[in-house]
């Protein structure tokens, strides 16, 4: 009979031949619950997180607190699969940051879709660029719930002014997966447009992520560079 120790060492063997794409997602989990749950058969708390989540990626972005109602899932472990989720998370966003120069939609989209990455949460930035399209920074200006999030138009100028940026991309998503602008998207636009137009700011575009997907409002026709300016 094979021991505990034993099995750790075939699983992790298994996963430094093959990679994790031909795991299925029990044994994924149960690798993962290696290394927050020491000695134990993690192979169980692995079902129990599918049983109660429906899915791999459902188990990863679960808060700690709905994790630590799961049994064989205390506070270590429910943090460390919260860990996991944001380590992904972080490594996208800094993969993105490597592209410093967002002089089209393609470049600035992938950057900002980055952020939205396992986000449950509707969350707005704004992306700061130079004369050139270089990259000052990008704020996080606004959180809400998963049908609405504040942005403050005031609050975002003074950023744009703080970063001496020439213009901006203003970007949000909805966890709803449908990345269709809506009245109001449209409507805070426009506003913010004026607003930075006053300064002598340009907002070049507004995307609008959903999942894996992006839309812009300058190439879907929603918003045009300028047009309240006149």
Do not use: W
Not at 7 to 23: M, N
Not at 133 to 141: A, D, E, N
């Amino acid at each position: 009979m094979h021991t505990q120790k034993e099995h750790r060492q075939r699983v992790k063997a298994r996963f430094q031949e093959e990679g994790l794409d031909h795991f299925d997602p029990v044994h994924a989990l149960e690798l993962l619950l290696f290394y927050a749950i020491p000695q134990k058969d993690t192979k169980p708390a692995a079902r129990a997180l599918l049983d109660r989540f429906g899915s791999y990626a459902a188990v990863l972005e679960a808060t700690a607190a709905e994790l630590e109602t799961v049994a064989g899932i205390g506070k270590h472990a429910a943090v460390f699969l919260n860990l996991i989720h944001a380590a992904g998370r972080y490594y996208q966003v800094q993969k993105a940051a490597e592209e410093k120069i967002l002089n089209d939609v393609k470049k600035y989209g992938h950057y900002l879709q980055q952020r939205f990455y396992g986000t449950r949460r509707e969350t707005v930035y704004l992306l700061c660029l130079d004369a050139k399209c270089k990259l000052l920074c990008c704020h996080m200006v606004g959180q809400g719930d998963v049908n609405s999030a504040n942005i403050p138009i005031r609050r975002m100028v003074e950023l744009a002014l703080a970063a001496n940026a020439t213009s901006v991309v203003l970007a949000h998503n909805h966890p709803s997966g449908i990345a269709v602008p809506s009245r109001e998207d449209v409507l805070t636009t426009r506003q913010l447009a004026t607003a930075l137009g006053a300064m002598d700011i340009i907002l070049l575009d507004h995307i609008v992520a959903a999942d894996d997907d992006f839309i812009s409002m300058v190439q879907s026709g929603y918003y045009r560079p300028g047009e309240c300016l006149r």
